[in-house]
């Protein structure tokens, strides 16, 4: 097994869950010592649990992402055990019912915008300074495919997504003469508890749009999230990687060719 990460300390937020832990367990399988940054106690220490079981690394902090005390004292405990963070991998996430702006309680927008938003903010507050003065680190920022082409009903979260965006490039503008790398991704369908909802009504459909035809398992994400925080990535800052199986390329007319093509596709 590739060990580039070996002894790199790893604080992923959301990581006991979905996307997250697939990332947490990815990257400790990859040598580094991750630390699992969630509300959730018990899924902490579940992930946790199971990346000791493989032979990992793993630490579990109860934190709120949204609130900026939270994310301060975890980090700070971090720093104090283990003198340095190598990897931040800004997962955490959340969702509201989908809504129009116009009728959606603004309890919802700020609940999206808090810890999208603003988790990513203070986690980068808390660590960045610390990754300049070593000169390195790396900084990956989980965005959304709603970023790019909008989502009705889910005004409010493609803000926060893409916003993300924004600002993984413009630190990778700030960060890169310090040997620290900034880069985000926007996940398509993902199976994961969080998108289940709309795979029940429309996972036929999302397959059939899709090149690779499939949905995609938080697995493709942990390894594209692993890439960027590795060795490998050094000269690779300030992107954004689409990680949709080719979702946002596809069309109608695309699937009406290859219908004629390959009638068997129907």
């Keep these: 097994m590739n060990k580039e990460l070996i002894n790199q300390v790893a604080i992923v937020t959301g990581g006991n869950t979905g996307i997250g832990r697939a990332v947490s367990e990815e990257l400790a399988e990859r040598g580094a010592k991750v630390m699992i940054l969630a509300r959730n106690e018990e899924k902490n220490e579940e ?18 992402v949204s609130n900026k005390e939270s994310v301060d004292d975890a980090i700070k405990s971090i720093y104090e055990k283990h003198g340095k963070i190598d990897i931040l991998v800004c997962n955490a996430g959340n969702s509201t019912p989908l809504n129009y702006l116009t009728k959606m309680p603004m309890e919802d927008i700020e609940a999206i915008i808090n810890t999208h938003v603003y988790g990513a903010i203070y986690c980068v ?14 900084i990956v920022i989980m965005s959304s495919l709603g970023a790019y082409h909008g989502v009705t009903g889910n005004a409010h979260y493609c803000l926060a997504k893409e916003g993300l965006v924004a600002m993984a490039q413009s630190l990778a503008k700030e960060f890169g003469r310090y040997g620290i790398t900034v880069n985000s991704i926007q996940p398509g369908s993902i199976n994961t508890s969080m998108s289940s909802q709309l795979l029940q009504v429309a996972k036929d459909k999302i397959v059939s749009e899709t090149p690779v035809a499939r949905i995609g398992e938080p697995e493709d994400i942990a390894y594209a999230t692993a890439f960027y925080c590795s060795p490998r990535a050094s000269f690779i800052t300030g992107d954004t ?26």
Excluded: F, H, W
């Design 241 to 266: 990687m689409r990680v949709d199986g080719g979702y946002i390329i596809e069309s109608g007319m695309d699937r009406l060719i290859l219908s004629m093509i390959d009638p068997e596709l129907n």
């Design 47 to 64: 992930t946790k649990k199971a990346i000791v079981a493989k032979g990992g690394y793993a630490e579990s902090y109860r934190v709120d």
């Design 125 to 138: 507050k808390a660590c960045g300074e610390k990754m300049k003065e070593r000169k390195y680190g790396r």
